[in-house]
């Protein structure tokens, strides 16, 4: 889970910025929102992040895209600018990153540094933390260009400690990536080894956080294999009202998939399968949608591919409906389905706008079933909105509501609802639409008569 994120010099945030997901002491509300964690610690499950229009919300969901990205590979280019641009100097001052987190109850800490216009690594850390982060415990330290630069906080055998020198000279010199994805890379630690929780971190950070980019082409959903699994997706689908009665699955011909699908996007497919059928799997099960379509296929050797996809029925109708005829709203009700349908453990969903396209009951029904479905798991949601109607302490506790507003200098600040300590009856939307917590748009006048003022 996450406890923590620290950024700085990055989009719109200049200096030092800190969300926390650490729950307040003083808050007795949803105390089922709170996961204790032995040794005292409680970790929020929801992150619920208000701000007008281009006051750098999205930029908190952009900070978990980069981090990800150059975490499995490097800094790319189209991140080159993405430094705060609200000074010169900061085009060569380093962007800081840090998300801190907890694994298997253990909590840590890892980070890096870097100039992003010249897609350089500057330093790199990982900490082990206490649960309530006082004090904290070199793990891993690296600065790049520096003889010896790179450091192991724990205590290594001869075997691990040869490993590491071997690993550490060899990277010394590379200022493009990160250490801590070269000690993933194509290399096996025992479990009682020391290096192994270098694993154990590189995996959390790769596999158990989730970004929504629903714009982005193709994307995993799983769950459309078979009719036992489309049940679930009927059983909810209805209770939002989409006016959709019955999701179904149709078998299409290669034909028809291939008119449906980019033909780079296709070659990279079947590329890809034919390897694996190739290094010996018998079969291969692919789910995949796109903005207007969903297909599952199943490749077997020597024989075509099934292929099939999703028809949408609605009450009565004589005729099924392909999915790029439903509306922005459903669609956007399949682009979050899969939050309300997994069953992994101990994983973070970051969405950016949660409401678009959606009336504010439904948003509202959806964060309901969210909460419910997961109130007895290590989940957590993090999101941005404009929704007001959700700022409700019915629905969400202070401590998990936060504001983005930008200064005079286009700098944005980060701050918790906690931190103005309302009472338990407040009607929280009414007094942030009349701009007690801050972060609304200020309008200057107009006339067509004349200039802005």
């Not at 309530?132 to 010896?148: C, F, M, T, Y």
Request: neutral net charge; contains cysteine.
């Amino acid at each position: 889970m996450i406890s923590g994120l620290r950024l700085e010099n990055f989009k719109s945030f200049d200096k030092n910025a800190r969300l926390t997901m650490v729950s307040s002491s003083k808050i007795r509300t949803n105390p089922e929102h709170c996961v204790d964690v032995p040794r005292t610690a409680r970790i929020l499950k929801n992150a619920v992040i208000y701000g007008a229009n281009a006051a750098g919300k999205s930029n908190l969901v952009d900070f978990f895209r980069l981090f990800r990205m150059v975490l499995s590979d490097s800094i790319p280019i189209w991140a080159m600018d993405w430094f705060c641009k609200s000074e010169e100097k900061n085009r060569t001052r380093p962007t800081v990153l840090e998300i801190q987190f907890s694994v298997l109850d253990k909590f840590y800490a890892y980070g890096f540094s870097a100039v992003l216009n010249e897609r350089r690594i500057v330093e790199e850390w990982l900490y082990s933390l206490s649960p309530n982060g006082s004090k904290a415990k070199l793990l891993l330290h690296r600065q790049v260009g520096k003889e010896g630069g790179i450091v192991c906080g724990r205590k290594l055998n001869p075997e691990d400690t040869q490993r590491f020198l071997t690993y550490s000279r060899d990277f010394s010199t590379n200022s493009t990536g990160l250490f801590l994805t070269e000690l993933n890379r194509g290399k096996s630690f025992r479990s009682d080894s020391a290096l192994s929780v270098f694993q154990t971190v590189h995996l959390w950070l790769m596999k158990h956080i989730i970004v929504f980019s629903p714009n982005s082409p193709i994307t995993d959903f799983r769950y459309y294999y078979n009719e036992d699994s489309l049940a679930r997706v009927n059983d909810l689908i209805r209770t939002f009202d989409t006016g959709i009665s019955n999701v179904a699955i149709r078998v299409i011909s290669m034909d028809e998939f291939k008119r449906k699908i980019h033909p780079v996007i296709l070659q990279d497919i079947l590329t890809d399968v034919q390897t694996k059928l190739r290094d010996s799997a018998k079969t291969i099960k692919l789910s995949m949608r796109s903005r207007d379509d969903f297909f599952s296929l199943v490749f077997a050797s020597g024989s075509e591919p099934t292929i099939t996809t999703l028809r949408f029925r609605h009450g009565d109708s004589f005729y099924d409906f392909a999915f790029n005829e439903e509306s922005d709203g459903t669609r956007r009700v399949f682009d979050l389905l899969d939050m309300l349908l997994t069953e992994a453990d101990d994983t973070v969903f970051v969405v950016d706008e949660l409401e678009r396209s959606l009336h504010p009951m439904l948003t509202r029904r959806f964060l309901e079933l969210f909460n419910e479905k997961r109130k007895d798991a290590r989940t957590q949601l993090i999101f941005t909105t404009h929704e007001d109607a959700i700022m409700d302490q019915n629905l969400f506790r202070r401590d998990e509501i936060w504001f983005v507003e930008r200064d005079a200098s286009n700098n944005s600040h980060l701050y918790s609802l906690d931190r103005f300590k309302e009472r338990y009856d407040r009607v929280l939307a009414k007094a942030y639409l009349e701009g007690r917590y801050g972060a609304i748009p200020v309008f200057s006048s107009f006339s067509f008569d004349g200039d802005a003022k």
